[in-house]
T-cell receptor
Framework: DSGVTQTPKHLITATGQRVTLRCSPR?????VYWYQQSLDQGLQFLIH???????AKGNILERFSAQQFPDLHSELNLSSLELGDSALYFC???????????FGNGTRLTVT | AQKVTQAQTEISVVEKEDVTLDCVYE???????LFWYKQPPSGELVFLIR??????QNEISGRYSWNFQKSTSSFNFTITASQVVDSAVYFC????????????FGPGTRLSVLP
C-alpha cells in the first residue's frame, strides 16, 4: 500500500459529461502529481501541485483542470468528456524534490 | 530537455532466465535522479529504486540489480532467475530539477515471463 488514496476506482460516464477524480496524498507529502495512462500507453504528465500551488503543467487539455486544497488533497476535473479521454488516471505524491513518487491505484475512466 | 528511452518495447523470457531492461536518459543537469517503477497486470505502479547522479555504485536487492553508468547515460535493470510474478511493465524515470515537470518517464518495457 503506497499510502496514496484515489477515488473512485472506476468511473463510467457518457460523452459530454463532467467528472471529478479525487486524490489524498501520503501523510506529510506536499507534492501531488496527476498522470494519464491510455490503453497500452505510457504515463503522460498532466499537472503538478506543491502545497496548494500549481508548479507545472504538462500536456493537459483545457477541458481538464485541477486543484490542491489546504488539507493537501487534490481533485482533477475533466469536462466535456470525449471517448478519447478513457484512460487510467494516476495520482502520485512525494516529499522533497528528489523523493520518489508514490502512486495511488488509479481511477479507470470509461467514456461511452 | 530531459528524455528517457526504453528501446525494448516487449521482452519474453522463460522462467529462471536472466533478463536486462535497458534505460537510456538525456539531461543537461549535473544533479539528477533516476527511478524504476513496476506496473504489474493489476495496474498499480510500484516504486523499485532511486539512484542519484553522484552515486554510480551498482545496487542489488535480491534478484534485482541495477547498473548505473554515467558515461553511457544508462541505468539498466537486471532480473536474475526471473519468475512469472516478474511479468509487468517496467518504467524508467528521470528527475533533473526541483521545479516544473520534473519526472520524465520512459515509454516502458513489457516483460512477460513464461512458465
Amino acid at each position: 500500500d503506497s499510502g496514496v488514496t484515489q477515488t473512485p476506482k472506476h468511473l463510467i460516464t457518457a460523452t459530454g459529461q463532467r467528472v471529478t477524480l479525487r486524490c489524498s496524498p501520503r501523510s506529510g507529502d506536499l507534492s501531488v502529481y496527476w498522470y494519464q495512462q491510455s490503453l497500452d500507453q505510457g504515463l503522460q504528465f498532466l499537472i503538478h501541485y506543491y502545497n496548494g500551488e500549481e508548479r507545472a503543467k504538462g500536456n493537459i487539455l483545457e477541458r481538464f483542470s485541477a486543484q490542491q486544497f489546504p488539507d493537501l488533497h487534490s481533485e482533477l476535473n475533466l469536462s466535456s468528456l470525449e471517448l478519447g479521454d478513457s484512460a487510467l488516471y494516476f495520482c502520485a505524491s512525494s516529499k522533497a524534490g528528489n523523493s520518489p513518487l508514490h502512486f495511488g491505484n488509479g481511477t479507470r475512466l470509461t467514456v461511452t | 530537455a530531459q528524455k528517457v528511452t526504453q528501446a525494448q518495447t516487449e521482452i519474453s523470457v522463460v522462467e529462471k532466465e536472466d533478463v536486462t531492461l535497458d534505460c537510456v536518459y538525456e539531461t543537461r543537469d549535473t544533479t539528477y535522479y533516476l527511478f524504476w517503477y513496476k506496473q504489474p497486470p493489476s495496474g498499480e505502479l510500484v516504486f523499485l529504486i532511486r539512484r542519484n547522479s553522484f552515486d554510480e555504485q551498482n545496487e542489488i536487492s535480491g534478484r534485482y540489480s541495477w547498473n548505473f553508468q554515467k558515461s553511457t547515460s544508462s541505468f539498466n535493470f537486471t532480473i536474475t532467475a526471473s519468475q512469472v510474478v516478474d511479468s509487468a511493465v517496467y518504467f524508467c524515470a528521470l528527475r533533473a530539477d526541483n521545479y516544473g515537470q520534473n519526472f520524465v518517464f520512459g515509454p516502458g518495457t513489457r516483460l512477460s515471463v513464461l512458465p
